[in-house]
């Protein structure tokens, strides 16, 4: 068992034309917080798990003393109206380790969703970063498989085409897979300034999804997580003399450390 | 030959619902102490070898003058009393070197304990350290595959549910995989700090499982390490300055050290 | 899908005893400076794509906002007298990542010129270093399949024999593996000074292939390209005080960077 | 091509009860200098190629111009007595780069031998070294597949039991499989202090075979590479203050240094 990475359903769900939103770890961890607050706002259920001997070596060790593989995660938001789009959101503690694992893991995944699923559009989520210096005002960038794709994103706030250098990941590969297998989609990047987790690049990705998406999403705990960043930003700045770094959390809504265990 | 991880019988066995305790190297050497001293103190005979190209390229220059690669290895301590679990102890030199290579060699550790071995419940045996400094007195943590687990270790001395982070290695993906398998088992953790061969953290889960598993259990060669570890801490405070470390012993009770030879 | 190296016709074409000339990433960009001057002055058209699970997990991120896959490319100029050899060009964004890709994909470009394009002599392109130092003049040095190869290049001022140690990665194995294959070919070098891109070298290799192929190549864009590496490199040396580097561009004739992105 | 270790004959030879003699780079070149000596001086003909996409993806550039992939190299002395064992020896450029690699070549290696050649003894040439300092006498340290070989080496010179640690790599690995092959072997370990090139432990080395296997071996060579090492060494203690080092050479007698060139 475990020398592939596999995909096995959680519960069986019967879809109505989905689209996928991958929301993974990555800079600024700007994916995985756009995808752990929607999952959280719209209570997603989890439909899937994808297993990987790709990724790290980890398992988490949970806080009800129990423990789980590390993994990626699809879950559930169904469409509020009849007919609508169902959302599947892909969420996880990690990507895989190697180029060969990055190929095998988010190639299973576009044919999941294209094979399985039966979806026919992706969303993938990442942080973009220019320069130096805190961003203040996060633009939205993004890329699209095919410039036809491009017309059905205007007038939402999104820069198209000034973004350049690479996607590195799940980001980027899934997109690239989708496009071989001609289905279309889009990445979403929100400005970053190498914050390890950058709330407020999150939420600006989250404002252009919920307008073209037609989604009202609750910003309140994203807020929170933006004053509490900044307030932690500052306490960084006095600390950088010592090298002293505060402890991390474990969850869906930020990036889980490695511990000094095995 | 050797494409593959593979098990070989040393010796053909009988065996009743065996458990199985798993010490392999790592944080603090906690596992392989503890499953080295269980195999010196109570005799255990090797019943099965493990060998793997996903180990490092290594082998063991024996005293006797010949060599073995390096290897996991299947002890077995039949049970004092009739019809009781029979323990299978498993330690080694080694662990794999990659992601790739700890799923395959956990995941057929893990086959081969429930399909050859029959057995139905895994112990595996880690280090966890929170913070800095010396561990006085080292506590005993645990993280399960299920929650309804937790309930068979109560009343001994074990932490549930405040261990955090990640547990990396067989430790946590042989658990994983058994959970897969709809085998039960426990990760127990001893308290450590940073030592290179912890023998009070081993000591402690010794002592937690002795209760548990209703052995009496010789602790007379591990406190000599305990007090030989204190003097070679002091020994090192005092060297610190100068760089100089001291000769490490390969055995089954310390991590082998690599050497200058190929 | 892209679980291995993976050849795809962008179209279909029909050649005539076609040549092959490789110029990918490697030191000093001479490589991907030589065929990218070439693709662009003869206007070459591209024939087919290789895609590899060895190549780093990236997408480039396109100047009209769509987003491709990191690839190898085949180029076709078509010859300019009736009869004569078709000259197929291979440019790309990466090379393998680990010598397993490597081998896997410089056979694939083998094979698939030799049994599918039906070519049977290859050149590669690479950069030579010898010492320290600025190149004035770049010398351009070769290394042939066998010694027989080399009279055919006799008089063309590249210096054979002279070149010592190894070579990594495309410019080497295409040709090792064209020699198990019983095709000839040669590797082609400049001389060069540690730039990252370094078109003096390029032109050097240029001059020598121009005379040999008997090509009339246009050196202006690459000669502005000599010109300008001449004021950016005065300019870093001003720089290197303060560690400030100029960003990069990403296109054909340049080595993409890899940017914050995932 | 080239997906796998393979083994390809360069002459179709018959050989009387072979016994193999390894000699690949490792610490101090011990191996290589002791088979490439020997090479030399009984004019041993290459009998077969090994190629491994394991090995780094490079290849050499020779003196004549042209180019050979890296190998392992299969070298027949016949031997002077009839009835007398045949001698192979084994050197090359490069080991395997990963744990999966050094499996695959090394099991290949001990399979073609035990196989095809018909085989039935391995020495394994390698360096050892204790501790700091220049070794003026070196000793010579062995170990062997099973503890009833030693008997066949006692009074040569040979100290056996008193290395200690891991043997990394060929040397190492092939006698691991030869045993499981039920093949006996010898690991041989001039004693060395992290010379790059330790002509002194290969003479050593070479002494204590020339014994046992009643070879009369000129060591003029080698003797002038020992006085050629000091005076470089000499030198280097001289030039250690501004960090340059002296350009290296290719050569079945050296070990090959990495260029900048791809």
């Known amino acids: 068992m475990m020398q592939k990475t596999t995909i096995i359903f959680n519960k069986k769900v019967k879809l109505n034309k989905p689209i ?28 899937a798990t994808l297993y990987s001997p790709h990724f790290p070596h980890q398992v988490v060790m949970r806080k009800n003393g129990s423990i789980r593989l ?43 969703f ?7 559009f992706i969303y993938t989520i990442g942080g973009y970063s220019i320069g130096e210096g805190i961003v203040a005002k996060p633009r939205v960038f993004a890329n699209v498989t095919r410039t036809e794709v491009i017309s059905e994103f205007k007038g939402h706030d999104i820069i198209f085409g000034k ?9 980027g590969l899934i997109l690239a897979f989708a496009k071989i297998r001609k289905i279309d989609g889009i990445c979403i990047m929100g400005e970053t300034s190498f914050l390890e987790v950058d709330a407020s690049a999150a939420k600006a990705v989250l404002s252009v999804m919920a307008k073209k998406l037609n989604l009202k999403i609750d910003m309140t705990s994203m807020d929170a997580k933006i004053t509490k960043a900044a307030s ?16 991390g959390h474990e969850g869906e809504g930020n990036e889980s450390k490695p511990s000094y265990i095995r």
């Open 232 to 247: 932690a930003l500052h306490a960084l700045e006095r600390q950088m003399a010592t090298g002293y770094a505060p402890p």
């Open 163 to 171: 973004s350049r250098g690479l996607i590195w990941g799940s980001a």
């Open 114 to 120: 294209v094979d399985t699923l039966k979806g026919d």
């Open 70 to 112: 590390v993994s990626n995660r699809f879950y559930l938001m169904k469409s509020q109206k009849a007919g609508g789009n169902d959302i599947v959101l892909l969420t996880g503690d990690v990507q895989a380790v190697t180029p060969e694992g990055q190929y095998e893991v988010n190639s299973s995944i576009v044919d999941f």
């Open 20 to 47: 996928l939103i991958v929301g993974l770890p990555g800079i600024g961890s700007v994916g995985k917080l756009v995808s752990g607050h929607l999952i959280k706002e719209f209570k997603a259920k989890r439909i």
